[in-house]
């Protein structure tokens, strides 16, 4: 038997998923939006590209998803927020969309305070995914 390969590599992406068409449509969409954009309405705007993502993974892997691919890291999201394992894999998944747009993910608000448009939006994925129509 060979070595087993682990896809958290770094060309492992949203993309790999979804689809370059929709991926495309979603890139497009934060290069206009993200730089003006408020970060509450941008928030579940992503994770809504996250919610489908989601769901071509669960369509994809039936059987259960491989430890480490895309898919794992949008079907577990929820289930290690105390340790951040999952939601840091998931972070870079997003993150690199935000990179293929060329758009900034970390801001400053009015007091100086640093935050992220990928936590914000994960953050509210995750909430989606906890849910209780999503338990069905």
Not at 53 to 70: C, D, I, K, W
Request: without cysteine; hydrophobic residues 35%.
């Amino acid at each position: 038997m060979g070595k087993k390969k682990i896809h958290t590599e770094e060309k492992a992406t949203l993309q790999s998923l979804v689809g370059p068409s929709t991926y495309g449509v979603w890139v497009n969409m934060l290069k206009i939006l993200v730089p003006g954009g408020r970060t509450h309405r941008l928030a579940p705007l992503v994770a809504g590209m996250l919610q489908y993502a989601a769901e071509q993974a669960g369509q994809r892997s039936r059987s259960g998803p491989r430890h480490g691919s895309v898919a794992a890291a949008l079907l577990n999201a929820s289930e290690h927020e105390e340790d951040g394992t999952t939601g840091g894999d998931l972070a870079r998944l997003v993150e690199r969309l935000f990179q293929d747009a060329k758009v900034k993910s970390k801001r400053v608000d009015r007091r100086g305070e640093r935050y992220s448009v990928v936590e914000a939006a994960i953050q509210e994925f995750v909430r989606w995914k906890s849910m209780p129509w999503e338990q069905e």
